[in-house]
């Protein structure tokens, strides 16, 4: 049965998270930009920090046997790549408003022809260690469906990428989160 989301606890054990927020720093940081706009309104649209990780990383096989599992379940969809999971950091007032990860192919991008299919989020962060900063997402029928089962450290959520979410402020405290995209040639 099609869900708009669906969420796993404690996927990924908290020493684990922790070792990944630990190594982040060993990547470049980026200003995160928004897929669909050329200049990021920094104040309106997102305005984290985000860092990739390398395809080779040793987290990768376990989130694509996941994704595997849950597709084949629930959604179906025809995947074929993962891109570089995107690390992210969420200070005091950083928010990311509501979008959808999905974007048309590009022809001459790290992955021509392909789209965005299953979105993937990992919370690398204690709930008690920032405040707002929650995960919202938004039904086929435009509603916010509450998102249960997305709180604590290594909980996973993952929706179609063409559902609308977004991630509230931050209002104390850091929140640190792991995204991956699951791609395909686009539906037909
Ligand atoms: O930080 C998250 O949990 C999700 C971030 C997000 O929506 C995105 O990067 O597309």
Redesign the pocket.
Known sequence: MYKTYLTLPEVVPTKLCDTMVEESSTYDDHL?GVMWKKEVDLKKD?N?K?RFYPIDHWIVPKLCEIAAEVNKEYYGFDISNLQCP?F?E?KKGQH?QW?R?IYPPEPDGPYPGLIRKL?M???LSNFEDYKG?I?QVKNMDGKIEPVEG?KNKGDM?MFPSFNL???KAVTEGT?H???C?FMGQPFR
Do not use: E, K, P
Request: proline share 0%; glycine share 4%; with cysteine.
């Open positions: 995160a997102r984290s985000i995107q992210t969420y990311y979008h990860d979105s989020c990992i919370q900063g995960l997305f959520i979410h977004r991630i929140r989160s792991l995204v995209w």
